[in-house]
């Protein structure tokens, strides 16, 4: 699953792909969030991101575009 985070102040997200599911994913930030803590994520190639809950701007959750190419009108 893809996860976008958007960070204040920053001019790019990060796009995560977690092994997890929505509500989990979700449970997660809402958590982090409330306790004014940090949102930590692995992908799927074991590698950990962690963003401070205070910076967040938003988060996206869904499932990405697996074997898009090339141009789409």
């Not at 985070?5 to 930030?29: H, N, P, S």
């Not at 074991?46 to 205070?54: H, K």
Request: proline content about 1%; aromatic content about 2%.
């Amino acid at each position: 699953m893809e996860v976008k985070i958007g960070i204040q102040q920053a001019q790019r997200e990060l796009v995560v792909d977690v092994e997890l599911e929505v509500d989990e994913v979700e449970k997660l930030v809402s958590e982090a969030v409330t306790a004014d803590g940090v949102v930590a994520l692995t992908d799927i190639k074991g590698r950990r991101v962690l963003v401070p809950a205070a910076r967040l701007a938003y988060v996206e959750i869904g499932t990405g575009a697996a074997g898009q190419v090339g141009f789409r009108s």
